[in-house]
Antibody
């Protein structure tokens, strides 16, 4: 299992950013993918999950209405579109594959290396 | 929604046994599986225990996960502590709507 995040960077408050998570080493269409973030020096915070076939998506209250998770099976990639970014969204964003086969979530995760998003004026 | 509460830090000597607790604030701990993640300093989190008590391949037998309905909590027990076990440990579960919930993390010091 390999998950490679990209798209992080420094952006101003109120702007948008799209993160990508390129997956390989497993059947992409059979597993749910999470985004989890970690603010500097802080703990882990679950952000969103998309089920194996893209039919169900769930979001943390802190990002609901601002972030959108999606997946492209032709590219084996999951995206996190982040709009109306705030300073408190500053974090390392990890994508992670759920262990469970052909479901949304419910088990442990295989983690990517993360990408840093900094929201600052 | 519920919260998962962990001690902020624990410390123990090499060779000893330590238990990290994770208490669910509402609803039964047995309703949704609990996972445990290890994050060494400067590293990516890794899963050590999933679905309450299942060990990820390659994780030493020294690591054990369990749940206790009477205290509505999950526990990670590490026996025969080694300096390499020094890390932050996070418990995690899901609510009924597939939202992930993490505990605040426990810093384990092996001194």
């Amino acid at each position: 299992v390999q998950l490679v995040e990209s798209g992080g960077g420094v952006v101003q408050p109120g702007t948008s950013l799209r993160l990508s998570c390129a997956a390989s080493g497993f059947t992409f269409t059979s597993y749910g993918i999470h985004w989890v973030r970690q603010a500097p020096g802080k703990g882990l915070e679950w952000v969103a999950v998309i089920c194996y076939d893209g039919s169900n998506k769930y979001y943390a209250d802190s990002v609901k209405g601002r972030f959108t998770i999606s997946r492209d099976t032709s590219k084996n990639t999951v995206y996190l579109q982040m709009n109306s970014l705030r300073a408190e969204d500053t974090a390392v964003y990890y994508c992670a594959r759920d262990f469970r086969y052909r479901t949304t979530a419910g088990s442990g995760m295989d983690w990517g290396q993360g990408t840093l998003v900094t929201v600052s004026s | 929604n519920f919260m998962l509460t962990q001690p902020h830090s624990v410390s123990e000597s090499p060779g000893k046994t330590v238990t990290i607790s994770c208490t669910r604030s509402s609803g039964s701990i047995a309703t949704n599986y609990v996972q445990w993640y290890q994050q060494r300093p400067g590293s990516v989190p890794t899963t050590v225990i999933y679905e309450d008590n299942q060990k990820v391949s390659g994780v030493p037998d020294r690591f054990t996960g369990s749940i206790d309905s009477s205290s509505n909590s999950a526990s990670l027990t590490i026996s025969g502590l080694k300096t390499e076990d020094e890390a932050d440990y996070y418990c995690q579960s899901y609510d009924s709507n597939n939202h992930g919930v993490f505990g605040g993390g426990t810093k384990l010091t092996v001194l």
